[in-house]
């Protein structure tokens, strides 16, 4: 019998700018399902790839990483409805169209991937079941 927390989709308010402090109807909200414990060990086992020829003495191997390409596709992934928000000038509404939407904050982004990842600390009020 596997014990745990069964994760469902959640309205994330990211803490963004003044976001938090608008009106309830207003603010930027997102659609997320946090990564269990599971993805996050499989998604940290993904972000390094080791490669023969090691650059220190001592070493056989030598990291790649891939975080940026794990970190996108987690985030479109684990990302579904966007309510309130336009990227210059362009209303978006799902999380692919804002991960990949020109000019958007990367502070945004990051904000929403560590809700992803640590669903586990937000406080109450931040999180609004469906």
């Not at 596709?73 to 978006?92: A, D, H, L, Q, Y």
């Not at 804002?98 to 931040?126: F, M, P």
């Amino acid at each position: 019998m596997e014990v745990g927390i069964k994760l469902d989709w959640t309205w994330y308010v990211p803490d963004y700018k003044n976001n938090r402090e608008l009106k309830e109807e207003e603010q930027l909200m997102i659609e997320i399902m946090p990564l269990d414990h599971n993805e996050k060990v499989k998604v940290g086992k993904r972000v390094k790839t080791f490669i023969p020829g090691g650059t220190r003495p001592g070493k056989k191997y030598a990291e790649e990483t891939n975080a940026t390409t794990i970190a996108k596709e987690t985030f479109i992934e684990k990302t579904r409805e966007v309510k309130n928000c336009v990227v210059n000038g362009i209303e978006v509404i799902t999380g692919k169209e804002l991960y990949e939407a020109d000019g958007v904050d990367s502070d945004l982004i990051i904000d929403i991937t560590n809700a992803i990842y640590e669903r586990s600390i937000l406080e109450a009020g931040l999180i609004k079941n469906s």
